[in-house]
């Protein structure tokens, strides 16, 4: 149940409208989908774009986890009997995670600690005698009454010894003092890594974390994760480390005066509760955060390198010849249609151990002539320069001859879905399908991998996987929905990522599609199993249907809205044919004529702007990246080349490029303009052409190191 405080919590720190923050999350109560309320319902958000949308999203799901571990507190706390309303108040106006966990310390069941095991000899009410200032014995004539050698506890030094860990615990129950030591090790701590004596004389890709240390303020998400990793693998060491003598003295009087007449017992006391038991559980907090975060930051850029990847130009409706080239192997041919449609396979020897580049030569042009190719596709992997060199000289400058990324290809030809197309067709060859459609409609063919495999992340494998396949889904989703859906050309596993669809739908749809041809109208889809009111209301706005029985269809205006396209050709007497894509005539239409109670401003504008590029798809045109043929691999390098290349990645320290060598180089953030550049995504995205100078290289390493400063 989302609260009062909840709502003002969310819309205070997603920066959004009150209103219209309760609006959408009424409306995600409802199920309904973050495309749809950002595109289609806009008036109740204010005209929140979908990162808005989504942002609050995150908050109202952060804010039904957090009540759920608030009330388990409450509840433990209710069984204890110590639940009063001043407490209940506090936990429920909390929305930090730690101060919640802090909040609950002193009432969590405890473990049989040494604390614990000093109440069961008897000794809490001398802790309690120690720590009244207004008791003015000394710390020995105290503990000279509770002498219990039955109970273990001999002499004064024995029973001051463990009245200390009954303290002791109570101090690293003290909200105070755990924010006040979180805060400085926030503000003044150090992440600091050494190696591990193993790897003390050995190279490794940790090289430059084997003696180091970086604020924890201030240190990037990228050398966090590395550092990290660096531990997982077993080469590095981690810790926060601090100034804690200037810590000790900021916190002079916080729990006791000076003039405490016990100071000098306490003050040992606090020092062993900081060391002993709450510097490391602060530091374990504190490294759980920065881990979190370095996570957020690592997937926020990977989502971003994926939407980029997800949205490169398609090369469209052309006949392909795509190529999975290898060496022992030899290079497997599949032949596509302007569709995708699998034709026919073959493999061919271009090159060495098996090379007969006669026949292979002869294979391909006999191809190229049957099947009318307007385009041969190489995957990037092994053998891909010199299978590129064998078909430029082989084939006419009319045809694109274009070198793409194979990450995946190898993992969905071996996969279920790959296994579910082609049972038929041998692994290699389901590899140079996957290829030769990732040409054609990259979004169409890349939905059907896990986002992972695409091979577009940083340190993808060391953040949080729950987390990361979450966002990718929101990323593919996105994507899908912005782009819009063929109804009548798509696969299953791309109708899912449709606002209201998923997998079940999707596999309906397709069901419904083999059994009764193509969808004539989306009112239609109203006839699929299962299919219903909400499916159709949410779906129906992101699905074209070309050639349909009613234009409007085909393009990105909702069934809902049809009315006000009739109430505007209506007035204008026109039809709709001549309406659409008509510029002139749109752009004089006064939006304010049309409003109504069910399509506010925000809607009649977009059906307007819908209706002068109807379908209208966000991606750019295709356009091939060169390669300098005299270039193959990282031992043709030199110093001050100066070579083409396509970004295959962006980080935040750099970008990594293909500059046709097999191995990727990286151009670090410093070298990436004349320009000071805080993120490198402010300037340069997946798929960028670009040019690139080498500055160095590492080939045992194989590390390439690249400059796109325009200044060389």
């Known amino acids: 149940m989302i609260s009062v405080s909840d709502i003002e919590y969310i819309f205070i720190n997603s920066k959004t ?37 989504n942002l609050v999203n995150n908050f109202f799901n952060f804010t039904k986890e957090l009540n759920l571990r608030k009330n388990t507190i409450l509840k433990s706390i209710e069984q204890q009997d110590l639940l009063t309303d001043e407490l209940k108040n506090k936990i429920e106006k909390c929305y930090s995670l730690s101060e919640l966990e802090d909040i609950y310390l002193p009432f969590k069941p405890k473990k049989r600690t040494k604390a614990v095991i000093g109440k069961e000899k008897g000794l809490e009410p001398l802790s309690v005698m120690l720590l009244d200032p207004s008791v003015k014995d000394s710390a020995e004539d105290l503990a000279l009454n509770f002498l219990s050698p039955e109970k273990g506890v001999g002499s004064t030094a024995e029973a001051l010894e463990w009245a200390g860990y009954i303290i002791a615990e109570k101090f690293s129950e003290d909200i105070r003092l755990r924010k006040k030591l979180r805060d400085y090790l926030k503000k003044s701590g150090m992440l600091s890594s050494v190696v591990r004596k193993e790897f003390k004389d050995k190279r490794s890709k940790f090289e430059q974390y084997y003696d180091f240390s970086e604020s924890v303020l201030k240190i990037p998400s990228h050398r966090i994760l590395a550092i990290f990793r660096g531990e997982n693998e077993g080469v590095l060491k981690k810790k926060i480390v601090a100034d804690m003598e200037n810590f000790y003295n900021i916190i002079g009087g916080i729990l006791f005066s000076s003039k405490h007449p016990r100071y000098l017992l306490l003050n040992d006391i606090l020092h062993d509760s900081i060391k002993r038991l709450i510097y490391p559980s602060i530091e374990n907090e504190i490294l759980k955060d920065l881990k979190k975060e370095a996570d957020e930051k690592a997937i926020s850029v990977f989502a971003s390198n994926l939407e980029n990847i997800l949205l490169s130009p398609p090369a469209g409706n052309i006949n392909v010849l795509a190529l999975d080239p290898g060496f022992r192997t030899g290079c497997k041919i599949a032949i596509l249609d302007k569709t995708g449609k699998y034709i026919y396979n073959t493999t061919i020897y271009p090159t060495k151990p098996k090379e007969d580049i006669s026949a292979s030569a002869e294979v391909v042009k006999k191809l190229i002539d049957k099947y009318n190719i307007e385009a041969v596709v190489i995957g990037d992997g092994t ?48 590899g140079a399908v996957s290829i030769g459609r990732r040409f054609q409609d990259p979004l ?189 691999t990282i031992d043709d390098l030199e110093i001050g080349m100066i070579l083409n290349g396509k970004v295959t990645n962006v980080t935040n320290f750099g970008a990594f490029i293909d500059i046709g060598v097999h191995q990727d180089g990286l151009a670090h953030i410093s070298e990436l303009s004349d320009k000071f550049v805080k993120d490198p995504s402010d300037i340069l995205s997946v798929g960028n052409r670009v040019k690139a100078r080498i500055l160095s290289v590492d080939k045992e390493l194989k590390r390439i190191g690249l400059s796109l400063k325009e200044n060389f």
């Open 17 to 53: 409208d009150k209103q219209d923050t309760v609006n959408v999350i009424n409306m995600l109560n409802e199920g309904l989908s973050v495309p749809f309320i950002s595109r289609y319902r806009k008036e109740r958000t204010g005209n929140m774009d979908e990162e808005s949308v």
């Open 383 to 430: 053998a891909s320069r010199e299978t590129y060199d064998f078909i430029k000289k082989i084939v006419d400058e009319n045809i694109i001859v274009s070198v793409i990324s194979e990450s995946g290809a190898s993992i969905y030809s071996a996969s279920k879905i790959g296994r579910e197309e082609f049972p038929d067709l041998d692994v290699t060859v389901r």
């Open 444 to 632: 169409s063919e890349l939905v059907k991998l896990d986002p992972k495999s695409i091979g577009v992340g940083q340190y993808q494998h060391d953040v949080d996987q729950k987390f990361l396949s979450e966002k990718l889904d929101i990323v593919v989703s996105s994507v899908v929905n912005r782009v819009g859906v063929d109804l009548n050309n798509s696969s299953a596993y791309l109708l899912r990522y449709v606002a209201g669809i998923g997998t079940a739908l999707s596999k309906k749809i397709v069901e419904y599609r083999d059994k009764n041809g193509m969808f004539k109208n989306r009112e239609e889809l109203k006839k699929v199993e299962k299919f219903g009111e909400k499916s159709f209301m949410q779906s129906a706005g992101f699905l074209r249907i070309t050639g349909g029985n009613n234009i409007l269809d085909s393009t990105g205006i909702h069934p809902e809205s049809y009315s006000v396209v009739e109430m505007i050709c209506k007035d204008m007497n026109i039809e709709i044919g001549e309406l659409i894509g008509n510029s002139k005539i749109l752009s004089g239409i006064k939006i304010e004529k049309f409003i109504s109670e069910d399509a506010g401003k925000f809607t009649v504008n977009d059906i307007i702007e819908e209706l002068k590029k109807p379908g209208r798809d966000p991606r750019k045109s295709f356009e091939p990246v060169k390669f300098n043929d005299s270039v193959r």
